[in-house]
């Protein structure tokens, strides 16, 4: 069985020294969605909503996450991001905006925190801008869909569950 690698032999949480490891091209890209009532959408989706782009800030929200994760999750490494990209699909038939965030950076360790993180923060922006019209939003599948390079390698989330 594997070990939990933030926490010592004593039980106590402590950061993973990744000095050791050999830098790499590292890539992680996470999910999100925000489901909404089908006005709240039409309203997104027209950007006609009285506090201006809901989609280019809850973008710009995502990539500022992403930069600060180290500051937000307390074990996390600060990393050089290389890139960071939010994007958005909004869906009618099911009311909802999906959100996918990729980060990348050359490094020692990986950046699924800081793809899970963009993700996460962009649609709690989407939440916040919108909650004044449907404040019954539900931020939903919160996850990993990929990650490559380091010594684990290639990870891809199934349809149905995780390779």
Not at 115 to 142: F, H, N, P, W
């Amino acid at each position: 069985m594997s070990k939990l690698t933030h926490i010592d032999e004593t039980g106590a949480a402590r950061m993973v020294d990744v000095g050791a490891k050999s830098m790499s091209e590292r890539v992680a890209v996470a999910k999100a969605v925000v489901t909404m009532q089908p006005e709240t959408l039409l309203l997104l989706r027209s950007g006609n909503h009285k506090k201006g782009d809901v989609l280019a800030v809850a973008r710009i929200a995502g990539i500022q996450a992403a930069k600060k994760c180290s500051d937000l999750i307390p074990l996390c490494h600060p990393l050089m991001l290389t890139a960071v990209d939010v994007s958005f699909d909004t869906d009618g038939r099911d009311n909802c905006v999906l959100i996918q965030a990729r980060c990348k950076v050359s490094g020692q360790t990986g950046v699924e925190m800081e793809a899970l993180t963009a993700a996460s923060v962009a649609a709690l922006t989407i939440y916040d801008m919108c909650k004044a019209v449907d404040r019954g939003m539900q931020i939903e599948s919160v996850g990993l869909l990929e990650k490559r390079g380091g010594k684990s390698g290639h990870w891809l989330r199934e349809e149905n569950g995780e390779e």
